[in-house]
Structure formats: C-alpha cells, structure tokens
C-alpha cells in the first residue's frame, strides 16, 4: 500500500530497530535456588489464580491435554509482514475446521492501522508492544499505545488485554503497572531450562500471586514471592534448545540462530532441534511449545527481503510435521491462557468457545469502513506523514501519534471528513466510522459460527489437510472437509454435520455474547 521509496527511506531504521531485538537468551535465566518459589495450591484455585507449575493444570494428565503451538508476531503490523505470517498459517486449519489465530505485540512506528483493524477484525489478538519499542518502558508508552489502537484502528480497549515487553526488557515495575492498568497478563520471560531437565522452568502459564517465577537470574527483584499480583498472569515464552541443551537455548526467530555452535545458519539442524524440543513437551507434560516471530525476518514481500526459500520451506515443514500428530492446536496466547484458566480435557474442545472462529456477518456488499477489506475497499483515509504514513478508517490525526499525545485531534485538511471513532458499545466489524452508526443492535446480525466438532480426541482431523491435498488424491471433499454452514445445504453436509450445527447455533449464541462482551 506504501510507495517503495517511503519504503525504502524507512527500513534502514527499521532494521535497527530489529538487529538490537532477537530475543536471545544464552543460557538459563532462572533456577530453583534464585526462585524461592512457594505457592500455596490449596488456596490459589482457576481461573483467577494458577500456581507456577509443570504439571498441567485443573489437575489434567497430559494425555488429556492438547498439545499447543503457541504462534506470535512482533513489531509493526503492515502488508509485508502479514504476509509473512500468512505464508506459515492461511492454508491451516485446527482440529476444529478453524485457521489458527495468532497474537501480534504491535508497536506503531510503521504500523499501517487499517491492517491492524483488518487482522484483529479476522480474529487474531492485537497485543500491546509500546508506542515506539522501547524496553523497560514509562507509562505512556504503554497507555499510548492502547488509546492509539483504539482510536485509529478501532480496537476495543476490552480486547487488548496482554503485553509484551520490546527486547524482552521489563522489570518489576513494569509488571507492577502493567497490572495496574488492567492487562490480563504478560509474556516477556523466558522458560530457559529444557522440560527434561531437573529444575525446568517451563512452567505453564500462572498467576502472580505469590510472584515469579521466571528470569530470576536477570531482572532485579524478581521472584522469591515477587511481585505479588493477584490474578495478573505470566505466560512464560518456551525456548527451544538445541544439541547442547541448556547451553543451546533458541528463544525468538530460532531460523535466525546457527545451531549447535556452528558458524553458519543450518536450516535441516534448526528444524531438528525445533522437532527435538517439541517432542519433548508433546511426550512429557505438555507445555507449550512458541513459535515466537519477527515476520519483517521472513517476508519475501518487504523491499530487500533475503529471507531464503529454504527457511520458509523449513518453518511449514515443521509445521506440517507437528499437525499430523494428535491434539494439536496452533493458538494465541489469548486463546492458551483461556484454556489454561478453564482446561477442559482434548476430547471436550469441541465446544470450547475460545477456539472456535467466527465471521462477523455483514453482508458483502455493504459499504462500511469495518475491517472487512470487501466491504471497506475505497472508503480508507490515507495519512501521507512523511515518516511513516498509514491508511485508517477513523479518520487521520493533525500529525502522528506519540506517547505524549497519542490521538491527536482530526485533522481538517481538504479531503479529510471528519470520522466517527469507534464508541464502547458497537464492536468494530459493525461500527460505520463515517455515518456514525452501529449497524448491529441486536443478537440478529451476531457472528457466524464456522468452525466444526473435532470429533473424540481429536478424530484424526489435525493436520495440514487443505495445503498438502488429500494423502492419496482424493478429490475435494476429503481435501477440505470443512464447508462452513452457511454455504452447504444440509443435504450436502457431510456425516456428523448435524451435530455440527447444534454446536454452530451454540456458538453463533456465544459468539454474538463475545461481540457484546467487548463492548
Ligand atoms: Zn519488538
């Protein structure tokens, strides 16, 4: 959407920005002895409350825990890096007939806002990552960030509930106000230890409420019972590790790591040690496994990409791989942390909501600025900064946004109408920015329910059906098994599709209750 040449003025600066930030650790960032970790279980009970642990929780034996590829994105939200994280995830589905949603920690330096309406609109989890990447960040980076999301690209505040800290840089402090202003959780340590070792800290996502637990050897003052945080969560980011174990940790971008202490980047050890390590959480307590991304790093669409083909191949190589196992579910850490909070065994997800996908409907052909690109195609204003312009549909500022003045007032200049922004009680697929009005006012226009029964335990419907084509050439149906409702007639629907559909009204009920729980 941007000319190559703003493009090109920016993306040194951007490589900067990124070069400081891979996410590396080098060894282990915590240990028992520096933790001085006591939780007291019986009193620290789901959802609110969740006691470090390695064991799964509600008390569930690992078989019967789903096996979850947690999927994030980092930094600025533009075409290039949407199509970065598209090339690994659009041809996917989970168990449920749903393509995975991932979490993006958007930073708004280069952010393009109508993308960042357009990916939240399609389900993903829009995340907070500062105003303009700043580690250990003052407060303004962080509250800038969310009213600039809000009123630019039309995100609920309701909904930006985590945080991400730009290098993995945080201190007690930050935690401390991140829960003060109201985030759900946080997800800037690192679990450091392999899940095989003696003292792992891969523990599943917990509570802070007798502190953390995690990074007690890096960040001062933290653990031996601090912070206390009640009910404020850590989801830890799972590093993978390669021959030399806990001496060969890969956290962010592992593709961009040599392996093995090697000199050269190697994708075929890469992927081996990125199997290793996910079959170690898959055949022992299941913990999580992160695919934690920089997509600008594999993009093959920004302007001096030298991303290899050989790296992407390898990435959904992996990803292939892990789908053809049982109970695997590429998630969010929204969607991990609902489970987490509320975890019911692999063979009842079927009717778990937060995995679940749904379309807003609004009719194709209604022109509404709403983060649908079908419906909103010429209706953008266009924000022609110098420094990094964006598309928005809530109107554009008199200048760009910072941490000190995060929405600046609209501007006036010709061709620029004054836009409605989006107010508490519409949910943005809904919401007109330029006719001010909310075309959804009751449960008649809620979401679209699409996704399917997993059948028990997972029926064999993981894997990369649609993508890889079906085993032995079988024409469309088994290829893609997952019409959704509203384009079949019943006769059409396939066996166990009735069923379906009581779980689709079910979901469309709790899908329209998620639109107004946003409100
Ligand atoms: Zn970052």
């Known amino acids: 959407m941007l000319p190559t040449t703003l493009l090109a003025a920016f993306l040194p600066l951007l490589g900067y920005v990124l070069a400081q930030e891979e996410g590396q650790i080098s060894g282990p960032t915590s240990s028992a002895s520096a933790a001085g970790y006591s939780c007291d279980a019986t009193k620290c009970k789901l959802p609110n409350c969740n006691c470090a642990s390695t064991d799964p929780p509600g008390g569930l034996s690992p078989s019967d825990v789903p096996m979850f590829v947690v999927f994030t994105a980092d930094d600025a939200i533009q075409t290039y890096t949407l199509d970065a994280v598209n090339q690994f995830l659009a041809h996917r589905k989970n168990p449920n007939g749903c393509q995975p949603k991932i979490t993006y920690y958007t930073s708004l330096n280069y952010t393009n806002y109508t993308l960042v309406t357009d990916w939240y609109v399609a389900g993903n989890e829009i995340a907070d990552h500062t105003m303009t990447h700043v580690g250990t960040p003052p407060e303004d980076e962080v509250t800038g960030n969310l009213i600039a999301l809000n009123q630019l690209a039309g995100i609920p505040l309701s909904s930006i509930i985590g945080f991400r800290a730009p290098y993995l840089n945080y201190s007690v402090d930050t935690l401390k106000m991140l829960a003060k202003l109201g985030f759900t959780y946080d997800s800037s340590s690192s679990a450091s230890v392999p899940v095989t070792d003696d003292g792992t800290d891969a523990f599943w996502p917990y509570t802070l409420d007798y502190g953390m637990a995690n990074d007690c050897l890096v960040v001062d003052g933290l653990c031996k019972g601090q912070p206390v945080l009640p009910g404020f969560w850590e989801i830890p980011m799972y590093a993978m590790f390669d021959e030399r174990g806990a001496d060969g940790p890969h956290l962010m971008d592992p593709w961009l790591d040599t392996a093995n202490g090697q000199s050269t980047v190697n994708d075929s050890a890469t992927l081996e040690y990125m199997k290793s390590t996910f079959t170690a959480h898959y055949k022992g307590k299941r913990q999580p496994f992160g695919l934690y991304t920089h997509p600008i790093h594999v993009s093959t669409t920004v302007p001096g990409a030298t991303v290899s083909n050989s790296t992407i191949n390898m990435i959904n190589e992996f990803l292939d791989w892990a789908q053809e196992q049982q109970d695997v579910w590429i998630v969010n850490s929204e969607q991990l942390l609902e489970w987490v909070r509320n975890p019911v065994p692999v063979s009842q997800l ?19 600025c709403n983060g649908i690109p079908q419906n909103e195609e010429g209706l953008l204003d266009h924000c022609a900064f110098s420094d990094f312009p964006f598309y928005t549909c809530y109107g554009c500022p008199e200048e760009p946004p910072t941490p000190s003045n995060p929405s600046p007032p609209q501007t006036t200049e010709s061709g620029h109408v004054a836009r409605f922004r989006l107010p508490a009680n519409c949910s943005t697929p809904f919401w007109d920015p330029i006719k001010g009005t909310c075309i959804c006012n009751s449960s008649s226009c809620a979401f679209t329910d699409q996704s399917r029964p997993i059948g028990p335990n997972g029926a064999n419907l993981t894997g990369d059906q649609v993508s890889s084509g079906s085993q032995d050439g079988e024409p469309s149906q088994s290829a893609n098994p997952y019409v959704p ?19 689709g009204v079910v979901g469309a009920v709790l899908g329209a209750m998620g639109a107004f729980s946003r409100l």
């Open 350 to 368: 079927d009717s778990f909501a937060p995995l679940k996908c749904s379309t807003p409907a609004v009719d194709s052909s209604t022109k509404i």
């Open 485 to 503: 409702f509203n384009a079949a007639a019943p006769g059409a629907l396939p066996a166990g599709a009735w069923s379906a559909m009581a779980v």
